[in-house]
C-alpha cells in the first residue's frame, strides 16, 4: 500500500456513530426524493400511463378503438398510484444513485474510484437500451400476435375479443421494461465480478453453451409465449456475453500495463 493510499484512508476515517448518522441523512434524503417524484409521477400519472398503453394501441391499428376494462371499483385508482410510484422511481433514481455513490466513495481508494465509476455510468445506459427494447420493438410484435386470434365469429359462432384489464396490462408492460432493463445489465454484473476476483475470462470462455442456454432459459420466463420475444432477448443476451468477454480482455490489458509500468 502506498503512502498516498494511507493518507487517503486515513482521511476518510470517522467513527461508526457517524457513519451510521451519514446513512441515516442519505436514506432519508432518498426517500423524500421518492416521495417528491412519487406527486410528479401521480400528477402525470395519466401521461405516464398513456405512454406505457401506446405499444397497445398501435397493435389494435389506427382504424380500431381498443379498450382497457377493469373488474374492480378500486382497480383504475390502485393502477394510477402504481404508474406514480414506477414514474417516481425512474424519476428520483438519479437521485438515489448519487446518495449512494456519495456513501460508497470516501470509503473507496481513488484508483477505486475511477475503476468503479464506468460501471456506475454504464449502468442507466446499459437499463435504458434494454428497456427501449422491450418498448418499441418487443411489446408491439408480442401484442399484434396476440391481438391476432380476435375473430368476429364467422367461421365457428364464437367471437373472440381482447378485454385485457388495467391492472394485468400494467403488470405486463413494467415486468418487460424491468426484465430487459435488469437483464441487458448483464456486462455490468460479469465485470464487476471478474475485478472481483470470484470468475475469470477463460471460464467466461468456457461457460458459452451454458450461456447461451442460460438466456434461452431466462427469455422463456421472462417474455410473453411467443417466439419473436424470447429471441428478442435471448440474442441480445448472448451478444452482451461475448461483449463482457471482450471488455474484461481490455481490463485485463490495463491492467498488465499498469503493474508493468509501477513494478
Sequence with gaps: MSAEDETEIDASKAPLLDHLVELRTRLLRCVIAFVICFGVGFALADIVFGILVQPLVNAYGPDVQGKLIYTKLYEAFFVKVRVAAFAGLCLAFPIIANQMWAFVAPGLYRREKRAFLPFLLA??????????????????????????????????????????????????????????????????????????????????????????????????VITPPDVWSQFSLAIPLILLYELSIIGIWFTERRRAKLAATTA
Design 123 to 220: 449502468t442507466p445506459i446499459l437499463f435504458s437500451l434494454g428497456a427501449s427494447l422491450a418498448y418499441f420493438g418487443v411489446m408491439p410484435a408480442a401484442f399484434t400476435f396476440f391481438l391476432s386470434f380476435e375473430t368476429d365469429g364467422a367461421a365457428n359462432g364464437i367471437t373472440q375479443e381482447a378485454l385485457p384489464a388495467m391492472g394485468e396490462y400494467l403488470d405486463l408492460v413494467t415486468s418487460l421494461i424491468l426484465a430487459f432493463g435488469v437483464s441487458f445489465l448483464l456486462p455490468v454484473l460479469l465485470m464487476l465480478l471478474e475485478r472481483a476476483g470470484i470468475i475469470t475470462r477463460d471460464q467466461l470462455k468456457k461457460g458459452r453453451r451454458y450461456a447461451i442456454v442460460a438466456a434461452f432459459a431466462i427469455a422463456a
